[in-house]
């Protein structure tokens, strides 16, 4: 048995920080610079954490291009057209035999210790939620399983996490819980979710150098 045996494919889904296409919902009080500023911090970060987990494949899912913020360590694959089930469903669908588990660009107060034991623990899924409603993470032993689970979930609603669950425990499948977190998506949750990076944050330096800035 190889050490990578057991270890899963880690999936992080994103968009290219360009300004006026990611963190539309900072703007204002942001402006759409500050707001891309943010979401390339909160990507680092997110890129970061998931680079001090053990797997046996890292995976940026893209839409757009890579640039130098992209440490190595990461396969790129562009994102599949969609909405965000079909282009959740198409990330889990470059992936190999053995688990998987995709997280979000959204959550830089991601750890690699909440995604540890993911994987080699047995369970067939693991589900991350979000406090909006949402999640933030969702693993599957069996990844061609995702467009069973996934496709057709309503995304962006407050019960979007909720059902997406359901699907998962439908399914048949043991689920175990990861620890909710709280997506960036306003300023206030940007404010709160700074508050929780851990030391070395990008995302929390970057959001204390915008306040400075803005007095």
Known sequence: ???????????????EPVPGRV???????????EAAALAKASLCDTLDAV??????????????EPGPWLPRGF???PQVSGGLDERITGAFACCDDGPA???GMDTPQLTGELLAGIGPDGHDAWFG???DGGFWALGLADPSRAGSVVRGVPMST???GAIQRRRLVDAGLSVRDLPLL???????????????CPPGSRFAAMLTSLAEVAR
């Open 129 to 131: 939620p979000a406090a």
């Open 182 to 196: 709280r997506d960036v998506d306003t300023a206030a949750d940007a404010a709160s979710v700074a508050g929780l």
């Open 75 to 77: 396969d790129v694959v």
């Open 101 to 103: 588990l995709l997280v």
């Open 51 to 64: 680079l001090r987990v053990p797997a046996r494949r890292r995976v940026l899912v893209l839409d757009g």
């Open 158 to 160: 407050d019960r979007t």
């Open 23 to 33: 963190k539309t919902r900072l703007t204002p009080p942001y402006t759409p610079q």
């Open 1 to 15: 048995m190889t050490a990578s045996a057991g270890r899963p494919t880690l999936l992080v889904i994103a968009k």
